[in-house]
């Protein structure tokens, strides 16, 4: 258990209202993802954090900001909800060596 | 274009037989690759590794084995168990120098194991 726990888990909304999921550890570790999931695609990384204030875009990351202000929590905003982002999101931070362990993810639905 | 591949979207397998889970990658930069094991409703779990100066890495009922050649990699499981029914992604790295640990994931595989 590498102590990551996503917020909330459930989500409906309405196209054009932003949103935020929150993910959280509690073990000190410096690099955080955030990835969607989606059928036919896998998962895909949409942002990333390699420290506090240090962000960087991944491969889907259109429509998409983040923000790390301390070391345990990272957040992903949809600043105006589209349906396309309806979705799983998922959270991981990056364990021993050079491996990600995953949140328990967010399924969002965008009306 | 997708990087790394999942040609398999299902496979079922008998319980007690071997379950072989394939992936195939294009970017030859590859160098650390996953496997990922994810029940429905939970967060994806780390299974095993393997680095490319290894061709192959064991742990318990699994076993991954890399083909850099061919661009391959394929995991092994023996026996199959009825719990091992999961989806299952691979992932490669393609920032070996840069330090940011960044993944491309395939599509995954759903294997069922039979009774």
């Known amino acids: 258990d590498a102590g990551i726990t996503q917020s909330p888990r459930h989500k409906v909304t309405e196209t054009g209202t932003p949103v935020t999921l929150r993910c959280h550890q509690t073990?000190?570790?410096?690099?955080m993802y955030w990835y969607r999931q989606d059928p036919g695609h896998g998962l895909r990384l949409i942002h990333y954090?390699?420290?506090?204030?240090?962000?960087d875009k991944g491969e889907v990351s259109d429509g998409y900001s983040v923000s790390r202000s301390k070391t345990e929590d990272f957040l992903l905003t949809l600043e105006s909800a589209t349906s396309s982002q309806t979705s799983v999101y998922f959270c991981?931070?990056?364990?021993?060596?050079?491996?990600?362990?995953f949140g328990p993810g967010t399924r969002l639905l965008v009306l | 274009d997708q990087q790394v591949k999942q040609n398999s979207p299902s496979l079922s397998v008998q319980e007690g037989r071997i379950s072989i889970l394939n992936c195939d990658y294009t970017?030859?930069?590859?160098?650390?690759f996953l496997w990922y094991k994810k029940y429905p409703a939970e967060g994806p779990t780390f299974l095993i590794s393997?680095?490319?100066?290894?061709d192959k890495n064991e742990d318990g009922r699994f076993t991954v084995f890399l083909n850099k050649s061919a661009k391959h990699l394929s995991l092994h499981i023996v026996p199959s168990q009825p719990g091992d029914s999961a989806v299952y992604f691979c992932?490669?790295?393609?920032?070996?120098?840069?330090?940011?640990?960044?993944?491309?994931f395939g599509t995954g595989t759903r294997l069922k194991v039979l009774a």
């Open positions: 991981a931070i990056k364990g021993l060596g050079e491996t990600q362990y």
């Open positions: 073990e000190n570790h410096r690099y």
């Open positions: 954090s390699y420290g506090v204030k240090d962000t």
């Open positions: 970017n030859s930069m590859f160098d650390y």
């Open positions: 393997i680095s490319s100066i290894k």
């Open positions: 992932a490669a790295s393609d920032d070996p120098t840069s330090g940011t640990y960044k993944y491309i």
